[in-house]
């Protein structure tokens, strides 16, 4: 079992930056992979960014290229998303991925204004 706990969401106006958090426990050996995905209302859940162990293998939306950067700290077994330049469309329920896709989190909300 691999418990995500994400953290860090909030209101934000257009152009500012949010730091999402996401620690895991339990048996952290399911966390090769990790990623965000988000779910904005009334739309399908989307793949943001996803970051392998070592941390040098990333990749991201292409809407959020050049915006957002994907990090983790194993030794904490925490990856976090660093979200810069924030647009209103970037508003959605943000969820914290392990495992491929096995294990996600509760979310946290992110709410961009205009």
């Known amino acids: 079992q691999v418990q995500l706990v994400e953290s860090g969401g909030g209101l934000v106006q257009a152009g500012g930056s949010l730091r999402l958090s996401c620690a895991a426990s339990g048996r952290t050996f399911s966390t090769i992979v990790m990623g965000w995905y988000r779910q904005a209302p009334g739309k399908e859940r989307e793949f943001v960014a996803g970051?392998?162990?070592?941390?040098?293998?990333?990749s991201y939306a292409d809407s959020v290229k050049g915006r957002f950067a994907i990090s983790r700290d194993n030794a904490k077994n925490t990856v976090y998303l660093q979200m810069n330049s924030l647009k209103p469309e970037d508003t959605a329920i943000y969820y914290c991925t392990a495992g491929g896709g096995d294990y996600w989190g509760q979310g946290t909300q992110v709410t961009v204004s205009s």
């Open positions: 970051i392998a162990w070592s941390g040098v293998s990333t």
